[in-house]
């Protein structure tokens, strides 16, 4: 062997000889440096990155909800089968266009007899270019695309994985029975990581008005609008003894916390549920009718 590859050899064998040695030292300075070794840790760590002022409080709570993803489920997200927007297969097409442009979604579960019997998504465009081409189809359900069926149980870090890689936007969600329990989509997987989002159907959030005219003639009115503005404003006579805000009222003439979509009539009112949560009730779309 030449004196180069003795040199070699020696140095290789040293190399090798140091990686445990440095693996060893690795480990025991990792034990010692406070790493976090859990969700919880990570989350605490990344708090205190904030207190320091190395990121900011949004991107905070984007990286607390992209941690926590992991730790929920479908069935604590989804839209529940009481308040999907779903289609009737065999409905007409320009009642099933009034459907469409009356939610503002873009994609629409369509079932059979009843929800429980999907037949597929369809969406918004698709059913656009049926009812404005020349030989159209006769049913919407030439236009159904295949719907993705998922458990309550399934992870949203999975779902949101499979959504990417699928190009789907929506899954329908089924209980342990097999029946429909609701739906989620690709965006409420989202506002778990980056908070709600709103588009241009979504009603704006202007703290500062709590009563918005709409172009359809009606209004949106915030729930916490007190009784005796709304009275002011549309010259009723609604008693605000008992309960201080519109939608303290709404609530109470219901009888339970409302879902959106529900609709109530109080005189002259139509009260509509534009948007509650588990918690309460947020706004409300309000139609004005004559005096009779």
């Not at 939608?247 to 005189?267: D, F």
């Amino acid at each position: 062997m030449s004196e180069d590859d003795s040199r070699h050899s020696t140095d290789t064998d040293d190399k090798s000889a140091e990686k445990p040695h440095r693996s060893w030292l690795d480990r025991i300075s990792a034990a010692l440096s406070g790493e976090p070794t859990s969700r919880e840790d990570l989350i605490e760590l990344l708090r205190d990155v904030q207190a320091d002022g190395l990121i900011g409080p949004d991107t905070l709570r984007m990286m607390e909800g992209a941690v926590n993803i992991a730790d929920m489920t479908v069935g604590e997200v989804m839209v529940s089968r009481a308040q999907m927007v779903a289609l009737p297969a065999d409905g007409k097409f320009l009642d099933l266009m009034k459907q469409v442009v009356e939610s503002g979604h873009s994609r629409f579960p369509v079932h059979g007899e009843d929800k429980d019997e999907i037949l597929g998504i369809l969406l918004a465009k698709d059913l656009l270019r049926g009812v404005v081409a020349d030989n159209g189809p006769a049913s919407i359900r030439e236009l159904l695309r295949p719907a993705v069926l998922i458990p309550e149980s399934k992870n949203l870090n999975v779902l949101l994985r499979e959504f990417r890689q699928s190009r789907n936007h929506m899954a329908i969600v089924i209980d342990e029975y097999g029946g429909v329990a609701g739906l989620i989509t690709i965006e409420d997987v989202l506002e778990q990581i980056v908070g709600e989002i709103d588009d241009e159907h979504d009603d704006a959030a202007d703290e500062g008005v709590l009563i918005a005219a709409q172009a359809d003639g009606q209004f949106v009115v915030d729930a916490l609008t007190p009784i005796a503005d709304f009275n002011e404003r549309f010259g009723a006579d609604f008693d605000d003894d008992e309960y201080d805000t519109i939608g303290g009222l709404v609530t109470a003439a219901i009888g339970h916390l409302p879902e959106a979509g529900e609709e109530l009539t109080l005189g002259r009112f139509t009260f509509r549920v534009a948007r509650a949560d588990a918690r309460r009730l947020h706004a409300l779309h309000v139609g004005v009718h004559g005096e009779d």
